[in-house]
């Protein structure tokens, strides 16, 4: 390999560092708003019809589901002004939400029940049909009413497309501010941002457990890149993996008991494997190149970006480190793999001309599509659907989370008011 490629390997290897010490903004509450930026061009008309009941309790309920339909960027929500508030369709609704073109209907209530609790009832009804395509009713607590706004959500998600929605699902990212870096986990919609950890020092690499419980990540503390897990539910926080060198990029086996993660312990960055508890401690790969940025796929393989073979490109090994193999030829530069859910594609990121977006590759196919634009997009996660990807990009001059489908076509942005954003993880469906 010569001297150029070589360092802007290392320098990809490293760069979350530098941007991360070049963040600038002064961060108030790394809370995310999210801005639709492009749709799929075939969408499923749905008007939500305004909840009955408590008043500002069914305003919330109504507001939440109504936008998680919009974000999914596959259904169309229909203006519902004037629209009655019922919780049991009549022909006259039908003939309401026909008139407004309306393929399917939501509607329901908020009821305050004695105990304190509210009964959140809901349909989703076909309007040419005139029948309920699904329903339910749910006695819940008023801190839990947006988390059943996003249940119903994913629920006419899924009865719709077929597919599970994600709405109930979280994020992990990291947010900078002077002389700060924080953990941040929220819903899927950016609401109820929770700090895990401060640091002064800069934290990178967050990875879900398939549980959805902990998060393993890097942390600088002492000036020692090393990594550590904690426990989402009860704040309990290890420090997992250290070792001389540099330790980065964790990730979890499908099972949860192992994580495999790069490590310059013995000189040059190679991959490691241990136990989800830190012992056993392996080495996977003795390449003498650099190979960083493992991730596993949903059949036990573990994926990589090395430079073995001349140039940053992405391979694939057992999960016992033999049977390795090259899995991209196209381009001098792919990186950082991330497998679907269905383990059927990955996304990765390409860099042509100075510019580095995110593409996907079709496995059965060998086809890669190219899905962003750049200038600088990286750090891709998938939804647990498979059908979103999360990623870090840049906008106005700052780092800004985006999302794309898997096809190209729903494009959408996360910002954080007043602060940079980048590392973003999207969690597994609560079980």
């Known amino acids: 390999m010569n001297r150029f490629t070589r360092s802007a390997f290392a320098l990809y290897a490293t760069r979350w560092l530098a941007a991360t010490l070049a963040f600038s903004s002064t961060l108030v509450f790394a809370q995310l708003s999210i801005d639709i930026i492009g749709v799929g061009s075939q969408q499923i008309p749905v008007i939500v019809s305004p909840m009955a009941g408590s008043e500002r309790e069914s305003q919330l309920v109504t507001s939440v589901i109504e936008a998680d339909l919009t974000r999914s960027g596959v259904i169309k929500t229909l203006p519902n002004q004037g629209l009655s508030r019922i919780t049991e369709p009549t022909q006259e609704s039908f003939a309401q939400w026909g008139t407004r073109n309306a393929d399917a209907a939501v509607i329901g209530g908020v009821q305050a029940l004695s105990n304190g609790q509210f009964s959140v009832s809901f349909r989703l009804l076909d309007v040419p049909k005139r029948t309920q395509l699904t329903g339910f009713i749910y006695n819940v607590s008023a801190r839990d009413l947006r988390a059943t706004a996003h249940l119903i959500a994913d629920t006419i998600y899924e009865k719709l497309t077929g597919d599970k929605g994600v709405f109930s699902t979280r994020i992990a990212y990291v947010a900078k501010s002077p002389g700060r870096f924080q953990l941040v986990v929220a819903d899927s919609d950016g609401v109820n941002a929770t700090t895990i950890v401060t640091s002064v ?55 949860g008991t192992r994580l495999v993660f790069a490590s310059s312990q013995a000189g040059g960055t190679q991959l490691y ?31 990589f970006m090395s430079d073995r073979g001349g140039s940053p490109q992405i391979y694939r090994m057992s999960p016992e480190g033999g049977n390795v193999e090259r899995v991209t030829f196209e381009g001098s530069y792919n990186a950082n793999p991330r497998i679907s859910p269905d383990g059927k594609s990955m996304v990765f990121v390409r860099r042509e001309g100075g510019r580095e977006a995110l593409a996907v590759h079709d496995f059965a196919s060998r086809q890669v599509q190219v899905l962003t634009q750049g200038p600088v997009d990286e750090s891709p996660s998938f939804a647990p659907n498979g059908k979103l990807i999360v990623y870090a990009s840049v906008y106005n001059g700052r780092g800004v989370l985006a999302a794309v489908s898997a096809d190209g076509r729903v494009k959408q942005r996360l910002a954080a008011s007043g602060s940079d954003v980048r590392e973003p993880a999207w969690g597994p469906i609560p079980r």
């Open 201 to 255: 020092e800069p934290i990178i690499s967050p990875a879900w457990s398939p549980d959805g419980a902990h998060l393993a990540y890097v942390s600088f503390e002492g000036r020692k890149p090393s990594v550590y897990v904690q426990n989402i539910l009860t704040g309990d926080r290890r420090l997992l993996i250290t070792a001389a060198g540099n330790q980065s990029a964790p990730a979890w086996s499908p099972d």
């Open 273 to 303: 494997v241990a136990g989800a508890d830190g012992s056993g401690v392996r080495r996977l790969t003795n390449s003498g190149a650099i190979d960083t940025a493992p991730n596993w796929s949903p059949d036990g393989r573990i994926y």
